[in-house]
């Protein structure tokens, strides 16, 4: 599997489980082991080709902590009723997440303030609401 082109996870860093899928799908779903568990620990994991950098598994670790439990990421597919398609389903969505953690961060934003014409038309608006709400009040005669 190849989350990035310089990333690519062997066959046996993916560890696969199968269980009955809920939903639709009639008799078959009670007889198929069609929902797919796809998990790969990221602490141990070993990258074919280039080792992954501290970085990269830092950046991993880092970005993807509220989705580990104990360091193993696990990406579940049950959208289907045919277990094929949801292992390959597992695999595309396990191969975003890691491509989506691994991508370099956003350059940082470099503050700027409202331009003169942006002030003045926040002002304006302000003052319409401000009058649009004068109008919603009583009358001071009651």
Do not use: Y
């Amino acid at each position: 599997m190849q989350p990035t082109g310089d990333v690519v996870l062997s066959a046996a860093d993916l560890h696969w489980r199968f269980s009955r899928a809920g939903g639709p799908g009639g008799q078959g779903v009670n007889t198929t082991d069609s929902r797919v568990e796809l998990s790969v620990d990221l602490r141990s994991v070993d990258p074919v080709g280039a080792p992954l950098r501290d970085e990269d598994r830092t950046r991993l670790l880092d970005r993807l902590a509220g989705r580990l439990h104990d360091g193993v990421l696990t990406v579940v597919a049950s959208d289907d009723r045919s277990q094929r398609r949801n292992r390959r389903a597992a695999r595309q969505r396990l191969a975003a997440i890691l491509r989506d953690a691994l991508a370099p961060p956003p350059p940082a934003r470099r503050p700027t303030s409202p331009s003169r014409s942006a002030r003045r038309r926040r002002l304006e608006a302000k003052r319409r609401q401000g009058a649009v709400k004068e109008l919603r009040r009583r009358p001071n005669g009651e």
